[in-house]
């Protein structure tokens, strides 16, 4: 039995992992869940599951979710800083760290300095700071399992592989609503037609990510670190179909792959049920349903975010947090319909070039330059 914590229970890895736990009674229990503003469902959620504890991290709203949670014997807190402390709980034993961005660095730190495992699905964490996150993993022996679709895949194709080097891995990527798609087409995006991903349903930043391949970007440096490669190791095929989740090259030439229907509650059950792969009723992948499987390379001209995670992965340092922080400044612009879809890139362009750039950062250096990096692409896209 494995007790979990939940951070972003609201969210669509959130929501999936909760059926997941729902359908695996015997293998999981819900010790703590939380969200940044969804009280409702986050109430919800608690008096269907009856967690430990549960976290509203915005402040304003821990009177409404103590107030409908008064007659259970749950504990309410509030408060980003509230995150900190949950995942250190002792009846925890894994957190699912399904939150988006940068905010889910802190929390992360602690939960692997309290020596609880990690299901990772907040990829954000490990392109902002993923030499000190893996280190201190290392550092406290805790394991680190992925539950993003394609690094999921990796992990899959690496067992029973261990001790047998990686040549290099690929990437899939799906291409996202505007594969295809000139420069001069992708000027007139909207925020409705970017929101509209082909394969899978998520929440709104990573849709946008994965429409501009920053998603993909992220995701190269992501897998940097989850499997120590050098940036050369890793590669990127686009792969509309999203059926192979992504490929590991050995050193004797032979490739493995891991398939199936594009379907985020497979990679969570995995990552949480590890090492058992536990039954599941997820519709099964036929290959007569998909004749035609297809492959193409990432248009790096006209998606210039995966061009420019490349860049910030070879750079090191800092440079990736900065990419990263200016990608959020730059979404919840577009969201906001403040600036276009291929001004992100400029915004992030020009956000790389003008932060100071620190060589072998350490954790107040991430703090000091995410802020400054928002502060600089807030500028940027108020001009
Ligand atoms: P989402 O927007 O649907 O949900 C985000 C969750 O995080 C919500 O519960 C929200 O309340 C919480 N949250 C957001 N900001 C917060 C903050 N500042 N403090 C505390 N909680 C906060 O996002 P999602 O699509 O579920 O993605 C979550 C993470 O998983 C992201 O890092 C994303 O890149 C990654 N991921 C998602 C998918 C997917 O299919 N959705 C696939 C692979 C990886
Ligand atoms: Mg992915």
Same mark, same amino acid.
């Given at each position: ?44 959620? /608690?008096?269907? =599951? ?16 103590? #107030? &409908? ?10 408060? &980003? ?25 802190? *929390? ?20 902002? /700071? ?18 993003? %679709?394609?690094?999921?895949?990796? =992990? ?60 993909? $970007? ?9 499997? $120590? ?10 792969? *509309?179909? %999203?059926?192979?989740? %992504? ?25 949480? $049920? ?5 039954? %599941? ?16 390379? *990432? #248009? ?19 440079? *990736?947090?900065?990419?990263? &922080? ?26 790389? /070039? ?30």
């Amino acid at each position: 039995m494995k007790r979990i914590a939940i951070l972003g229970s609201t969210g669509s890895i959130g929501t999936q992992a909760l059926e997941v736990i729902e359908a695996n009674p015997d293998s999981f229990e819900l010790e703590v869940i939380t969200a940044h503003s969804n009280a409702d469902l986050l109430i919800a959620q /608690a008096l269907a =599951f009856k967690p430990n504890a549960v976290v509203i991290a915005n402040e304003d709203l821990y009177d409404k979710v103590r #107030d &409908a949670l008064q007659h259970e014997d749950i504990k309410v807190y509030a408060g &980003a800083n509230a995150l900190n402390s949950v995942v250190e709980m002792g009846t925890v034993d894994m957190v699912l760290t399904a939150m988006v961005g940068y905010a889910g660095l802190q *929390p992360t730190i602690r939960a692997i300095q309290a020596g609880k495992e990690i299901a990772l699905a907040n990829k954000e964490t490990l392109v902002v /700071a993923g030499q000190l996150i893996t280190e201190l993993a290392r550092e406290k022996g805790v394991n680190i399992y992925p539950v993003d %679709s394609e690094h999921s895949a990796i =992990f899959q194709c690496l067992a029973g592989e261990f001790h047998n080097p990686i040549e290099k891995i690929i990437l899939t990527a799906s291409g996202g609503p505007f594969r295809g798609r000139s420069a001069a087409e992708l000027q007139q995006v909207t925020k409705a037609q970017a929101l509209k991903h082909p394969n899978w349903d998520m929440g709104a930043k990573i849709t946008i990510d994965s429409a501009s391949l920053m998603n993909k $970007g992220l995701e190269v440096i992501e897998a940097k670190w989850l499997f $120590g490669l050098r940036n050369d190791q890793i590669e990127v095929v686009v792969h *509309p179909q %999203s059926i192979i989740h %992504s490929l590991v090259q050995f050193e004797d030439g032979s490739i493995k792959a891991q398939l199936g229907l594009p379907d985020m509650k497979l990679p969570i059950q995995y990552a949480m $049920g590890y090492p058992n792969r536990l039954k %599941s009723s997820f519709p099964r992948f036929n290959f007569l349903d998909y004749p035609q499987l297809t492959f193409e390379q *990432p #248009d790096l001209n006209t998606f210039r975010n995966l061009q420019l995670a490349f860049n910030a992965m070879e750079q090191g340092g800092n440079m *990736p947090c900065i990419l990263n &922080a200016a990608n959020e400044v730059a979404v919840s612009s577009f969201l906001r319909d403040e600036v276009g879809f291929l001004e992100m890139s400029d915004i992030i362009e020009s956000c790389m /070039a003008k932060v100071a750039y620190i060589a072998n950062p350490s954790l107040e250096d991430y703090v000091n330059t995410d802020r400054e990096a928002r502060l600089r692409s807030t500028e940027l896209v108020k001009r």
